[in-house]
């Protein structure tokens, strides 16, 4: 991506002759120019801007004001100030105060392109640094996944490999494998990571309402509409997007989307014009959008523009061995949040968690640890820890007994479609009878978010009402 330099200067004949001279010298870097420092600011939020060169006294705007606003912003962000020989004072107050140098009017042009090649410089390290240290911390792109194993190792490889690349990226797994984690690391991996990562999910946002969400709106393009909206695309000007549960997505937006993909531009509501932007789309679901092709519910051709780069995050099956580190990362989670002592597990309930089948994934494995230590009394958890508690999910028992119903010649899939939706019902509406039917309440003793739960509701048809005393 081209380093960003812009001009700001109320005399139209000093910003135009630079750019002209300036992109000379600085071929590999986009140039813009700006006769006021208010346009100036709204230009460098809209993007990712690595230096301003700028004159300190320009009407509408104070200059260390505008030196502040642009910190504020961006703190890796370079400023190169301009001043009168009279104005030196206020020069060396505005490096004080954050900007990279000054340079006195009338300049030497070698002068000045000396200063602009060391504040680009400087941006370079600072964002390096930063990305390091990130890196270097306790909440680096991986943090948030435990597994050591081989799979896992690969995973983290093709995280690596896909975020370097600018393509976008479609996330596929089944529920509760990690694909908004995926999705945060593809994100602070790349070259993006210092820009914002907008998460989005669609599901959780009413059909009436996405395209304005997403791609923003004119004021009165609809009733409520009181005032304009730059809507999440915009928000991830020069970052990232991540749209959640793709496959939920309606006709009528998925055409709009297939145009922010082919184009790179969106069109607010209520309005005619078009906004170019530099943002990287990623996508995730754990649905089968070719059978969703087929059955004119999903566009192919967004299909495979989404569809350039697949990453596949692992299910717990495929990671058994990671399990009790797993079960260790939930126990010391769940500890910290209670504010009690750490617990450790018997090798009956290591034993059980290993030998499941876990349709849940890790999601489903990181609810039993909480249960699990909160229902403890002491500092070991057993099996007979929890069986006890009506919201256990008692497999193998109950999922033999859902298969003695069923009939020999039913598929893998029809089976484990019935399985997880007696769990599912079973699960859910004890919770709901333990919060008295509040949805709230219920979807954070899962672990799940509000919008995550109450689609399985819709799903299973369970109304909370019922639950409610």
Request: hydrophobic share 40%; proline share 4%; net charge neutral.
């Amino acid at each position: 991506m081209a380093e960003k330099l812009i001009i700001v200067d109320d005399q139209h004949e000093l910003v135009d002759g630079l750019r002209v001279m300036l992109q000379d010298e600085l071929p590999e870097v986009e140039i813009e120019t700006f006769t006021s420092s208010l346009a100036a600011l709204e230009r460098a939020r809209k993007g990712q801007v690595d230096l301003v060169l700028t004159d300190m006294r320009m009407p509408a705007m104070d200059g260390f004001q505008f030196l502040d606003e642009l910190k504020k912003l961006d703190s890796a962000l370079g400023v190169v100030v301009m001043t009168a020989y009279g104005g030196i004072d206020t020069a060396v107050q505005a490096v004080k105060r954050g900007a990279y140098d000054f340079i006195c009017k009338p300049f030497e042009f070698h002068n000045l392109l000396q200063s602009l090649n060391n504040g680009l410089e400087n941006t370079r390290l600072i964002r390096k640094n930063i990305k390091l240290r990130r890196r270097r911390s306790d909440r680096t792109a991986f943090a948030d996944f435990v597994g050591e194993t081989a799979p896992m190792q690969r995973f983290y490889d093709n995280i690596r490999a896909v975020a370097r690349a600018n393509y976008t990226v479609l996330i596929r797994g089944e529920s509760g494998t990690g694909k908004e984690l995926t999705a945060r690391a593809i994100h602070q991996e790349s070259s993006r990571c210092d820009k914002n990562l907008v998460m989005v999910n669609c599901p959780a946002i009413p059909e009436q309402l996405l395209e304005s969400e997403l791609f923003g709106h004119k004021k009165g393009a609809f009733t409520g509409a009181d005032c304009d909206y730059q809507g999440l695309f915009t928000e991830a000007e020069g970052g990232t997007i991540c749209l959640d549960e793709i496959g939920d997505i309606p006709l009528s937006v998925q055409v709009k989307l297939l145009r922010v993909l082919q184009e790179g531009e969106i069109r607010p509501l209520g309005t005619n014009k078009t906004i170019k932007l530099d943002v990287r789309v990623l996508a995730s679901t754990n649905q089968d959008l070719e059978k969703k092709i087929e059955q004119g519910l999903f566009r192919e051709d967004l299909f495979y523009r989404l569809n350039v780069v697949t990453i596949h995050p692992p299910r717990l099956s495929d990671i058994r061995d990671d399990i009790p580190r797993l079960m260790e990362h939930f126990a010391k989670m769940t500890c910290a949040e209670q504010g009690v002592s750490m617990k450790t597990f018997r090798p009956d309930f290591i034993q059980e968690m290993m030998s499941r089948s876990w349709p849940g994934n890790v999601r489903q494995l990181q609810n039993i640890i909480r249960r699990a230590v909160v229902f403890s009394e002491g500092d070991e958890i057993g099996l007979d820890s929890i069986k006890s508690h009506s919201d256990y999910p008692g497999i193998p028992e109950s999922a033999d007994e859902i298969m003695a119903d069923l009939p020999d010649t039913v598929s893998y899939k029809e089976a484990k479609a019935k399985i997880i939706k007696t769990f599912s019902c079973k699960y859910m509406g004890n919770l709901l009878r333990r919060t008295d039917g509040n949805v709230s309440k219920a979807a954070g003793v899962s672990g799940l978010s509000r919008a995550a739960f109450q689609k399985i509701m819709n799903r299973y048809q369970i109304s909370p009402a019922q639950f409610r005393h």
